[in-house]
């Protein structure tokens, strides 16, 4: 079946621009995460929705981030005014049955702010 | 001080050999996860245990809660095993984020 995936695969943007990232998780799947991967860095949590419950905004490094997952399925990751630093491989992944369950990744969207 | 160590950064091996990779962490867990980044930038999860061992194929991950402390062993190392394994935690108070460690990047040459 169809896996995580996630658009546009790359988007360019110059500094202080709005952007959207997407993310199509696996059909059925309850939990819902976002994470960052800054270059040479390690993976970071940003976000989790789980179910109808309310999010775990707990990683988002700024109000200038925000997500939403619309009818428990497609999620939206929001940067607003980007910056040089917002540059990074963002991922998202899904999982069945919340912390209980094994993670599918998505390909990832490569932002690069000029 | 990072919650999730894992050791070496970098290792190189010659096809065939045994691998091992340590991570280590400081906080206290609900599970593990070991994961797997190819060169491409995807990512697959491997393992996720709270105790004991589990083995898939080649691989091998053991954990022991009390020290704190989990490997992930490759036998019969192979090429296309060459990727960055990821271990991650997830935190007995930390909600529902995983703490990931660095990553090691692991090539195997043939």
Redo the contacts between chains.
Sequence with gaps: GAGVSQSPSNKVTEKGKDVELRCDPISGHTALYWYRQSLGQGLEFLIYFQGNSAPDKSGLPSDRFSAERTGGSVSTLTIQRTQQEDSAVYLCASSLVGRAGTQYFGPGTRLLVL | KNEVEQSPQNLTAQEGEFITINCSYSVGI??L?WLQQHPG?????LF?LSSGKKKHGRLIATINIQEKHSSLHITASHPRDSAVY?C?V?GETS?????????TQLTVNP
């Excluded at chain 2, 930038?41 to 999860?45: C, D, R």
């Design positions: 609900s599970a996860h930038g995807g990512i697959v999860s996720m990821i991650a997830w909600g529902s984020r995983l703490t990931f460690g660095e990553g």
